[in-house]
């Protein structure tokens, strides 16, 4: 790449104002550094290959200090997400809300009305599991397991370097790189459910929601 | 430019809406927990560092409050003007990834924002011969991504520019439920 195209690159990122964190880290202005910010979302076969494990990261760049005092807002729900029909709306939800130190999950289920206001359809199957502080505490309910609590952050990347190019101060990436999420944590929700009740075979979309209280 | 200024926000902690019941024993007391309302959404992802790269700055809440089957229309636009100003790649008529997609096509596909699952076998970000099947924990989904952006029809275009040369996790994944690594 020519140094004038860097160039040419760099103003027209600072204009459109592409500064940005990686993944989906602090990505909301609107609830940033809260529960309800998403960092990451992982959808991804389980040991048991019958079986799909979800992941939903919020609350990212936890210092193990931090990590302690961190939580799960009880106005918070996460909602994952399934479209089995491929028209880009849900048919089944997955539904995680903390109550009183234990994760609470409804679904998979068919919810009455779909998009950006949810409620809890509490005759849905409903499973719990204590959150956990650093040692995984694990629920086997309803042919599911569940998990609640902080995790190392799974993200890797090279952030800062990122921020220097897209700043005009760096021309590429640095070999080899540092990853900016090393020794952080993030407050992790991860549940694993047969296959067999999120649409069976073929292939889904998937989307995970962080919706707050009215 | 401080990347890590996080600012905390105060959340008020709901209540637990205690009911007694009428046992005889008064052994036994029965908790009704609270979870009525109507939740309204605030933060919403599909793939990896899509409205963080694609997004203006100003229209992030917006992205993360439109729903996939509506963003594609609303955004797709946006997507392909941010992509062409990032990427020397696409500069040319013609000009795709190495999935055979030109800049319409490519931000048509990652506007709305879901991630494809297969059920079928193998789920990975893109392993070499799967694409888009899911995402596993060890995927380096960054590297896939800079690739797709800037590394051309065949990954070789801007290679300081398409690897961020960190390739792995800090922590070792376990191949067990809950899968992610212990917290530091």
């Known amino acids: ?4 195209k860097i160039l040419v690159v760099t103003v027209f990122a600072a204009i459109i104002g592409l500064i940005t964190i990686a993944a ?105 599991v204590a959150i956990s502080s650093s040692s995984a505490i694990v629920a086997n309910q309803n042919g599911m397991k569940f998990f609640a609590g902080p995790r190392d952050d799974p993200f890797f990347m090279d952030f800062a370097q990122y921020g220097e190019i897209i700043g005009g101060n760096a021309t590429g990436f640095n070999s080899p790189g540092s990853d900016t999420f090393a020794g952080t944590n993030v407050m992790s929700i991860v549940v694993e459910v047969p296959k067999s009740e999120i649409g069976g075979s073929g292939t889904i979309n998937t989307w995970v929601e962080a919706k707050s209280k009215q | 430019m ?34 009525s309302g109507t939740f309204v959404q605030k933060d919403q992802m599909g793939r990896p560092a899509v409205n963080t790269v694609f997004v203006s700055s100003d229209s992030k809440d917006a992205f993360n409050t439109t729903i996939p089957s509506q963003q594609g229309a609303m955004f797709q636009s946006m997507f392909q003007t941010n992509l062409t100003g990032l990427s020397p790649a696409y500069a040319n008529d013609g000009d795709t990834n190495a999935l055979g997609l030109d800049a319409a096509t490519f931000t048509g596909l990652l506007a709305t924002d879901v991630l494809n699952v297969s059920l079928d076998g193998t789920t990975t ?17 960054i590297t896939v991504e800079l690739l797709l952006i800037f590394g051309g029809e065949d990954f070789s275009e801007n290679p300081s520019l398409s690897n961020d040369n960190v390739d792995s996790n800090d922590k070792e994944f376990s191949d067990s439920f809950p899968y992610l690594a212990s917290p530091w």
């Open chain 2, 2 to 35: 401080k990347i890590f200024k996080i600012k905390y926000i105060a959340i008020a902690v709901a209540s637990l809406l205690m009911v007694s019941c009428n046992n005889d024993d008064n052994m036994m007391e029965e908790t009704s927990i609270d979870f």
């Open chain 1, 24 to 128: 989906d880290h602090i990505d909301a202005p609107a609830v940033s550094g809260s529960s309800a910010d998403i960092t990451d979302f992982y959808a991804f076969e389980g040991e048991d290959s019958n079986n799909l494990v979800f992941v939903a990261n919020v609350q990212g760049l936890l210092s193990p200090s931090a990590t302690t005092a961190a939580s799960f807002s009880e106005n918070v729900m996460v909602e994952f997400n399934i479209d089995t029909n491929d028209d880009k709306v849900e048919d089944l939800v997955i539904q995680a809300i903390p109550r009183d130190g234990k994760m609470y999950f409804f679904g998979p289920y068919s919810p009455t009305t779909t998009g950006l206001n949810s409620t809890i359809n509490e005759m849905a199957t409903k499973s719990e």
């Open chain 1, 1 to 4: 790449m020519k140094k004038t």
């Open chain 2, 125 to 141: 970000f893109y392993d070499g011969t799967n694409v888009l099947t899911g995402r596993a924990l060890a995927d380096d989904v």
